[in-house]
């Protein structure tokens, strides 16, 4: 089956996967955490996928552009959020590593993806 629309994009696979690892990663935080930082990271995470998925639905390469901005805020948002989990003890170094490993890598494709998405004249993947 031929992938259409959104899921075309690596960016959006590679951001979908680390939105999957978080939600499996923070299965395992207190409970008292569902409502704080469990809540926030999972939301910060999904809203990299997301910005990417609504970008690619706009009708224009500003209005993708935009919306690539925030995924890019909210990627780094849960760089912090994983840092805080890590210090205090909800997830391992060796799990924060693979964590941090997928977003980083998330971070590099998106930020070449927005260098070529600005360098085109038109955006004809959209």
Do not use: D
Request: contains cysteine; glycine residues 6%; aromatic residues 8%.
């Amino acid at each position: 089956m031929e992938k259409k629309g959104y899921r075309k994009l690596i960016i959006w696979e590679k951001a979908h996967r680390v939105a999957m690892e978080v939600y499996k990663a923070t299965a395992q935080f207190p409970k008292e955490e569902l409502y704080g930082l469990t809540s926030q990271v999972r939301r910060s995470a999904l809203s990299v996928a997301l910005n990417i998925v609504e970008g690619h639905a706009s009708n224009s390469k500003k209005g993708f552009l935009s919306f690539l901005n925030i995924a890019n805020r909210s990627l780094v948002e849960t760089e912090y959020l994983l840092e805080v989990a890590q210090e205090l003890g909800y997830l391992t170094q060796a799990a924060h590593q693979l964590l941090e490993n997928s977003r980083s890598e998330v971070g590099i494709v998106l930020n070449a993806f927005v260098k070529g998405l600005r360098k085109s004249h038109i955006c004809s993947s959209l």
